[in-house]
């Protein structure tokens, strides 16, 4: 998790994490931006309407938000001393 609605990720960038061609997530970025979702400006991200993006997302983005949320649950509890 990054803590912001605003970030940096280039389309290479994007394209070599998801394994997908640069035209692909140009194409996609678009099609995410137009729908009034993100906001996508030479590599810069800003996610204007969170909800409709997770609605967006496949079945898989709740799964992997919630072993998110529980591993760094877990990371940020502080260990208890002697223990």
Known sequence: MIGSDA???TQEFLSHMLG????????????VQEAGLIRYRRG?????NRDGL??????CYSVIREETDRLMGAAKT??????
């Open 7 to 9: 970030f940096s990720l």
């Open 20 to 31: 997908v061609r640069r035209t692909t997530v140009s194409v996609e970025a678009h099609a």
């Open 44 to 48: 810069h991200i800003k996610i204007v």
């Open 54 to 59: 997770e609605d967006c997302a496949c079945e």
């Open 78 to 83: 502080p260990s208890k001393p002697g223990a």
